[in-house]
């Protein structure tokens, strides 16, 4: 994957942990020899992430109740949506200070379904619970297109924006390669190298890096996903 000068560990600072992967082998749920865990297996609430061929998805979940939101239109005052994003998270040690990075996949893009991709930071996922902070993109090059920062307070549902932009230039296309960094308390998403989205928040000092997508894309979630990731950390 070609690099991209995004800010992230200054020089001399050891690494604590890295990883990366370009997902090549077939797996139901994402586990690449127990790195991962997962949004159904383990945080019960949400759905899981699979690979098929070099590319890694949220698996296929009925839409029960779909994402409504005063941000994307909807005429409702509070956020409503099932929200049990497919979700993997790295298991052990990691640094407080992450950049995690992926090459994007997107076909067949179009307004009806948001396809998001997403990139974890300081999460952790127990039975019911996964906070933590999520910078994430919506598979759309037009006026639908969005980017935005999320801190997800623990249960289903539960999360609050820290930073949303909409437009097409905030949508992504096939092959872009997004990144996510938190570096002490500061949180930012880029698209090709360019900052897109910043916020800062002190909710959660520490917690693992991971992957997912949006809920609801139903038959389509084989049109959008990572065929890479990576990720390093460091402390202070």
Known sequence: MEPHSVPGRPEGAPVVRSYGTSFTADEDPLSEGGLWINGRNEGVDWANILTRGGLAQGEMIPLVVRERRAEQGDEIDIPVGDYNDPTAILKGAWGRNQHARARVFTRNQNAKYYHEVELRLRSTLVPHAIP????????????GGYAEIVKWLGPLGGWQSLCRKDGPEFGVKDGDIIDATIIGNEIKGYINGEEVTSATDDSY???????????????????????????ETWND
């Open 205 to 231: 000092p520490e917690g693992n890096p991971g992957i997912g997508f949006n809920y609801g894309a139903e038959e389509t979630y084989v049109d959008h996903g990572f065929t890479h990731y990576e990720v």
């Open 132 to 143: 933590g902070y999520e910078v994430f993109f919506r598979c759309l090059k037009a006026d």
